[in-house]
């Protein structure tokens, strides 16, 4: 297998032992998850914490959210395109929550890159919803673009705050919260 796609395929098997061991993570883990030898992992990388680097990086990068987007069926009225934001935004946020914090704790300079790649999809996931919800412009008392965002911010924030003892509302919650206070009513 080339360096590449063995590194590749470390980082993917990275990913659920850092959500579920945190920096405690082994390379034994990582080797048996990985289906590879231990000295298999450090001749794709430096060291253990280069795993778990690009791993991060890896959580955050453009490619990811894309792939997550495109998961995501929109089924072209107001209402079902809020309710599908609304869990694709949360998938999003989910995914990355635990890579984020551990980035934060980081020696290297992962704790950078993480910051950076968190708002470089930030305004992705803004752009694609604000393109999603222009087709809706004439139902929202707001732009499509302040509708995203209030769906980023509604939606993410109780992602980014659960660690806070924030308790998630249910999506559909979200999405009758976002559409009541945004919707045009008729008259």
């Known amino acids: 297998m080339p360096r590449e796609e063995r590194r590749a395929a470390i980082v993917e ?11 405690q993570l ?21 060291s253990l914490q280069d795993v778990v ?5 890896e959580s955050l990068s453009s490619g990811r959210l894309t792939r997550l ?20 935004i949360g998938r999003h946020y989910e995914a990355i929550k ?7 704790t980081s020696p290297t300079e992962a704790r950078n890159c993480a910051r950076e790649g968190f ?20 139902e929202l008392t707001i ?10 911010v ?5 992602h980014t705050h659960a660690r806070l003892g924030v308790t998630s509302l249910p999506n559909d919650a979200l999405v009758d919260l976002a559409l009541h206070g945004a919707r045009k009513e008729p008259r």
């Open 26 to 46: 082994t390379t034994k883990q990582v080797a048996d998850a990985a289906g590879v030898a231990e000295g298999t992992i450090f001749r794709a990388f430096e």
């Open 98 to 104: 635990t890579m984020v914090h551990l980035a934060h």
């Open 13 to 23: 098997a990275t990913m659920p032992l850092l959500e579920e061991h945190g920096l």
């Open 53 to 57: 680097d690009a791993t991060i990086r």
């Open 119 to 138: 708002f470089e999809r930030y305004r992705e996931l803004l752009a694609f919803l604000e393109a999603r919800f222009t087709t809706h412009a004439d």
């Open 143 to 152: 732009g499509p673009r302040e509708f995203a965002q209030l769906l980023l």
């Open 69 to 88: 987007l495109d998961q995501q069926e929109f089924p072209g009225d107001l209402e079902g395109d809020t309710a599908a934001a609304v869990e694709a």
């Open 154 to 158: 509604v939606t993410g924030g109780q």
